[in-house]
């Protein structure tokens, strides 16, 4: 029998999330589980790492027999702490998630969740991001434990191709309206932000940010399509930023005269 | 004549940098500069946004003719603030630095520097982000002035390629030492972590994070290899981050059995 994979498993709505749950129970049908994640929410951290604070790394104790930490920073944090201090060995696959709300699109790169994969993708861990397209802390993820799982095991089966991490998103729909599960590239879209500006009580004006997303992009091999059709997105995503169709471009100019 | 451009100016490292402030030197020989640039340091923040929190943003005076804004966010946020609030049109460019330490390789990832550049070309904005080799407050910029100021008016001139925005990075050298500049691609380098584990007075455990940079990309193009050399670095970094080439293997994958 083949032994079973180490998973390491982590978020960024913090350590009580109910998609944070949802994904350590599939896990456990998969392998040996150890969580390290944020005690609280972090989400729209993009790729904050902690440099000038301390971190604080505790046992989590809720009665399960797997182990669990709390730690006071961001996902990507918790990801390296986990590496460096907490497992026993690197782990076979990381997964990130399940987050509370979409990480379609451009929402990638402000992603809490999407940091600690590619985080785990930068250390060479095959890693994987999950999120719901449900803001709302009791949203139900019982329809895609089965897609959550049939995943991750093909990505243990296969192996996630090297430098990258991959970008899962799920549409809310019960299990039987979701068509299937496709691969696909980001979608060109971004948001328009607003801010609402206000004045405090002592006077001075702040700002909430607001805004609403716009997806202009009417391709149908995008992750926007997919969830807009009923489908699971899965975005292979890269941390190598390097446009390298642009640097022939960037030659013709004259910086060296 | 040609019209003045707009330029608005950024940081990471906060409103008092003296690298911000030899970057608003440079600039407003080139055009009308508008500064929004954080009231604390906000290194190694990725592209954190504020979307729980409220935002102040304060005029700043120091006794400049030129517009200046405090912002208690991030890079990201003065970013969004800049355009949605401050500034009277969409600026022609945005430069966001000069960074007290390197931001090339991997270190994109984790940049504040970078996030209010990346920021700015989601919203369609030519952007760069400057960065030097040399993490102390007190560092010398003036080396490196008449780079800045080529490399941004080559960018006014050329305009800079549609989905990308140029990373820089400047070699800790005396002018006459800088051999000229190299447009590259992100060398595969990482940190490699270690965890220095404390006790605090409590007697509870901490961590502060430090590490190595490990770099393992012995490619003659890289970013690394140009600053090695005493070249300046210009990266063309894109934030659509599928990794496009992937897709193919991916679809060989039981996904929908």
Redesign the interface.
């Known amino acids: 029998m083949k032994k079973r994979p180490l998973i390491l498993v982590t978020n960024d709505d913090g350590i009580t999330a109910p998609g944070l749950r949802t994904l350590i129970s599939i896990m456990k049908k998969i392998g040996d589980v150890v969580v390290v994640a944020p005690d609280k929410?972090q989400?729209?951290?993009?790729?904050?790492?902690?440099?000038?604070s301390?971190?604080?790394?505790?046992p989590y104790k809720n009665g399960q027999e797997h182990d669990e930490y709390s730690c006071s920073g961001t996902p990507?944090?918790c990801v390296?702490?986990a590496?460096?201090?907490i497992l026993p060995r690197v782990p076979d696959i990381c997964v990130s998630g399940i987050n509370h709300g979409s990480n379609s699109s451009?929402n990638?790169?402000?992603s809490g969740t999407m940091?600690a994969a590619?985080e785990a993708g930068?250390?060479g861990i095959p890693a994987i991001g999950f999120s719901l397209c449900d803001y709302s802390w009791d949203a139900n993820f019982e329809p895609i434990r089965n897609f959550v799982e049939?995943?991750t095991r093909?990505a243990l089966e296969?192996g996630i191709?090297k430098?990258?991490v991959?970008n899962v998103n799920f549409p809310k729909l019960p299990e039987n309206e979701i068509k299937?599960?496709k691969?696909?590239?980001?979608a060109?879209a971004?948001w328009v932000?607003?801010?609402d500006?206000r004045t405090?009580p002592m006077g001075?004006?702040?700002?909430?940010?607001t805004g609403k997303f716009v997806n202009l992009d009417k391709g149908e091999d995008t992750d926007e399509w997919a969830l807009e059709h009923g489908y699971v997105s899965?975005?292979?995503?890269?941390?190598?930023?390097?446009?390298?169709h642009?640097?022939q471009?960037?030659?013709?100019?004259?910086?060296?005269d």
């Open positions: 929410p989400s729209a951290m993009g790729h904050a790492i902690t440099v000038n301390t971190l604080y790394c505790t990507a944090d390296k702490l590496v460096r201090e451009i990638v790169i402000y940091s590619v930068i250390e049939t995943i093909e296969n191709p430098g990258v991959l299937g599960i691969v696909c590239r980001q060109k971004n932000e607003e801010f500006k405090n001075k004006d702040y700002y909430w940010l899965v975005v292979p995503v890269q941390f190598d930023l390097t446009a390298h642009s640097i471009d960037l030659n013709t100019w004259n910086l060296n």
